[in-house]
């Protein structure tokens, strides 16, 4: 078995690369789905009022999280990999500036979100860059 496994690197690379992009996905999902559309962690709203505007709060934090639903989507797509890619990179790192810098007090771990965001944000270009160039070429 370890032999196979040391014979057919691709196949495993492949493997992985499926298993972390669903996991990307999955994180974006279930912020959109369940952090922000069915609003069961308040604490969205809270930052969205602040950074966006109180009175369309509510919407807003709706229209973010259907937004993040449709990005798990394009991940699992793989369509125009590399545009999402830097997409997701730039929404994380502008969304986690803004609220390092506005609302730091509403973070599950304060201005450390930001080290949790820069973490997430490795994983999907090492994602795209070591496993997907290498699975899809």
Known sequence: FLLEWHMKPQ??????????????????FVNGVFCKI???????KEIVSVILTEKYASLFTIT?????VLMA????SDYFKKL???TQIIIIGLMNILEFIMVPHLLLWGKLNILFALLFIIIIYLNYTKLYLKVKH
């Open 11 to 28: 196949v495993h690379t492949k493997i992985i690369y499926y298993i972390l992009n669903a996991l990307i996905a999955l994180v974006w």
């Open 38 to 44: 069915l609003d069961l962690v308040p604490r969205h």
């Open 84 to 86: 999402n890619t830097y």
């Open 73 to 76: 989507g394009w991940i699992v």
């Open 64 to 68: 973010i999280g259907a937004l993040e």
